[in-house]
């Protein structure tokens, strides 16, 4: 399991950096692919677990979102969210019309598909087009990333008390702590490579890669925590098979998701020279 894991890491780390640093448009497509594969993962897990969300309107939905936000930022969202509300709707309706006893709720699930994994997921197009927002991006993501490595070892090491017992067992709150432990200086550390190489005028400091990686660690792994209580409910293991020894694309990416909304919202509200 550990050798699947490596090696898929492997693959897919010099890929994920390649899409970074070049930018437009291929790290928005290589976005859009990544959230329109979680999505259709989403969609399968709910259906395992009894509900029927449209899964044409979860996935279009989510790429829609992903290339609005590539193309014009947030204009178009509001368009984009009011169209795919009512087509919910209509479809839903006439689902009910035929039959389907769970047609709300399937309403329900299909809205919470394509807003969390388009709307939510499209923050992370939103860092990497931010001014500087390769180097914004290098820090955000492997932050939460070593923040993740801390809590897995401090987990292993010291790991006594449940923290989300019926949720995720194997997490605990000394891993947790290592997480944030983790996640702060490591922040500080990739602040102050970032610094050397992209220079003062990135906006970038050693106290503001700590302030994030800190800020980070306390909130993200309420996302891993979130996709596990979908998993748990429905009753599956992982979201997928795509990725040998790490599950599914939904699986990977759960925490990224509240790094990219989280990271890009302090980054332009507090970080950001004026």
């Given at each position: 399991m550990l050798a699947k894991r490596i090696a898929v890491a492997l693959i897919l780390l010099p890929i994920g950096l390649a899409a970074i640093i070049a930018g437009e448009p291929v790290f928005a497509a290589a976005i859009t692919l990544t959230l329109a594969i979680a999505a259709w993962e989403y969609v399968r897990l709910l259906r395992a677990g009894g509900l029927k969300p449209a899964g044409a309107l979860v996935v279009g939905g989510t790429v829609l979102f992903a290339a609005g936000r590539a193309i014009n930022g947030f204009n178009s969202a509001p368009w984009i969210a009011s169209i795919l509300i009512l087509s919910s709707m209509a479809y839903h309706v006439v689902d009910f019309e035929?039959?389907?006893?769970?047609?709300?709720?399937?309403?329900?699930a299909t809205l919470g598909g394509f807003f969390y994994l388009g709307w939510i997921g499209s923050y992370l197009i939103s860092l990497r087009d931010l001014t500087d927002g390769m180097w914004w991006f290098l820090l955000v993501l492997p932050s939460v990333w070593v923040a993740d490595v801390g809590a897995y070892l401090f987990g292993h090491l010291f790991g006594r008390h449940p923290m989300a017992p019926r949720t995720s067992p194997n997490k605990t709150w000394e891993g947790y702590l290592g997480g944030i432990l983790s996640g702060t200086a490591g922040g500080a550390a990739l602040a102050a490579v970032w610094l050397a190489l992209g220079g003062p005028d990135t906006g970038i400091t050693v106290i503001k890669g700590a302030q994030l990686g800190l800020v980070?660690?306390?909130?993200?792994?309420?996302?891993?925590?979130?996709?596990?209580?979908?998993?748990?409910?429905?009753?599956?293991?992982?979201?997928?098979?795509?990725?040998?020894g790490h599950g599914g694309v939904f699986d990977r990416i759960d925490s990224w998701l509240w790094a990219g909304v989280i990271g890009y919202y302090l980054i332009t509200w507090i970080f950001l020279p004026n």
């Open positions: 035929r039959g389907s006893e769970g047609s709300a709720t399937n309403f329900s980070l660690a306390l909130l993200t792994p309420l996302g891993d925590l979130g996709e596990s209580m979908i998993k748990r409910q429905v009753g599956a293991k992982d979201s997928g098979k795509l990725l040998p």
